[in-house]
Nanobody, 125 residues
């Protein structure tokens, strides 16, 4: 199993930036795709971004393309989500997730078998 701990959330004004970090412990994640998901109040958890184990392939949901960037540092066992030009509709709890070893990067939640506790991101208008 993998333990994932997110950090970097907070309160920011619309147009601002935040960088989320997710550090893994336990099973190595260097061979796993990693992803970020979010859940807004009253809504289901949704895909935000994912990255392949090598970092070469990335996927984004349409609403964050051009504003968010996912990256990873396998030596530090950390994945990042740089969020720029934040909007009030980005307000949510953001979760980091790790995929099964050797599985390809995907946008599907069921492909990820380890989850962090989440970090709150609040964007004020």
């Amino acid at each position: 199993q993998v333990q994932l701990v997110e950090s970097g959330g907070g309160l920011v004004q619309a147009g601002g930036s935040l960088r989320l970090s997710c550090t893994a412990s336990g099973r190595t994640v260097s061979r796993s795709a990693m992803g970020w998901f979010r859940q807004a109040p009253g809504k289901e958890r949704e895909f935000v971004a994912s990255i392949s184990s090598s970092g070469v392939t990335t996927y984004y949901t349409d609403s964050v393309k051009g504003r968010f960037t996912i990256s990873r540092d396998n030596a530090k066992k950390t994945v990042y989500l740089q969020m720029n030009s934040l909007k009030p509709e980005d307000t949510a709890i953001y979760y980091c997730a790790a995929g099964r070893p050797f599985a390809v990067a995907t946008t599907t939640q069921s492909a990820f078998d380890s989850w962090g506790q989440g970090t709150q991101v609040t964007v004020s208008s």
